[in-house]
T-cell receptor, first 115, second 114 residues
C-alpha cells in the first residue's frame, strides 16, 4: 500500500484480555518500529526489526509485550493479560533501510483502551 | 543516550503571527534531529530533518529549523501562522549510527487564534 497500515484502529479490551495489533509496513521497507504513545506524551520506542530479525526490544515495558515479524513484512505486537496502564496509542513505523537519516514513516496508530 | 526537551506544552498564536516552537536536545554524539506533526487521530508526519548538512533546514509552507550546536537547540519557526497549522508538534533526536532508537519530546500543542 501507499503508507503504513495498522489494524485495528481502535480496540477496547477488558483487563486481563490478550490483544494483537497488526502493522503492514510500506512495501519493500526493511526496517520496522513499534512505539507506544500515552495520552499527552511523545512516542516511546518499544522495539525494532530489520527484516524478520528483532534487533532491539529494549523498550518493551514487560514480558507481557511480544512482537514478531516472521516473514520480514507484516508485524504483530501482542500484549498479554492487558492492564489499564497499557492504554495508549501504539504506532508502527517503517523505513526503507536502517541507514543513517532515512525517513521513518508512521502509521495512524492503534488506539488501545483497557477497561 | 539522547533526549529532547520541548519547552512549552502549549503555544497559542494569532493567525498571521510568527510561530516559534522550542526544542533542546542532549546527545553524546553529533545528533540527527527531526520535527514531526500529528493531527488528531492521525500518525506522525515528518516536517523536516537535520542530518549534518546545512544547519538551516527548510520544509514546506515556510517551515524552518536551525541546528545550533552551541545552544543544543533545533527550534521550529514559521513566519506566519495559518489556522491549518493547529496540531501537535514533536521534536525528535537520533544517533546517526543507530537511528533505530529515535527519542521524542513530549510535544507542543499549537493553537492558532483567528
Amino acid at each position: 500500500g501507499a503508507g503504513v497500515s495498522q489494524s485495528p484502529r481502535y480496540k477496547v479490551a477488558k483487563r486481563g484480555q490478550d490483544v494483537a495489533l497488526r502493522c503492514d509496513p510500506i512495501s519493500g521497507h526493511v526496517s520496522l518500529f513499534w512505539y507506544q504513545q500515552a495520552l499527552g506524551q511523545g512516542p516511546e520506542f518499544l522495539t525494532y526489526f530489520q527484516n524478520e530479525a528483532q534487533l532491539d526490544k529494549s523498550g518493551l515495558p514487560s514480558d507481557r509485550f511480544f512482537a514478531e515479524r516472521p516473514e520480514g513484512s507484516v508485524s504483530t505486537l501482542k500484549i498479554q493479560r492487558t492492564q489499564q496502564e497499557d492504554s495508549a496509542v501504539y504506532l508502527c513505523a517503517s523505513s526503507l533501510t536502517q541507514g543513517v537519516g532515512n525517513t521513518i514513516y508512521f502509521g495512524e496508530g492503534s488506539w488501545l483502551t483497557v477497561v | 543516550a539522547q533526549s529532547v526537551t520541548q519547552l512549552g506544552s502549549h503555544v497559542s498564536v494569532s493567525e498571521g503571527a510568527l510561530v516559534l516552537l522550542r526544542c533542546n536536545y542532549s546527545s553524546s554524539v553529533p545528533p540527527y534531529l527531526f520535527w514531526y506533526v500529528q493531527y488528531p487521530n492521525q500518525g506522525l508526519q515528518l516536517l523536516l530533518k537535520y542530518t549534518s548538512a546545512a544547519t538551516l533546514v527548510k520544509g514546506i509552507n515556510g517551515l524552518e529549523a536551525e541546528f545550533q550546536k552551541s545552544e543544543t537547540s533545533f527550534h521550529l519557526t514559521k513566519p506566519s501562522a495559518h489556522m491549518s497549522d493547529a496540531a501537535e508538534y514533536f521534536c525528535a533526536v537520533s544517533d546517526p549510527y543507530n537511528n533505530n532508537d529515535m527519542r521524542f519530546g513530549a510535544g507542543t500543542r499549537l493553537t492558532v487564534k483567528p
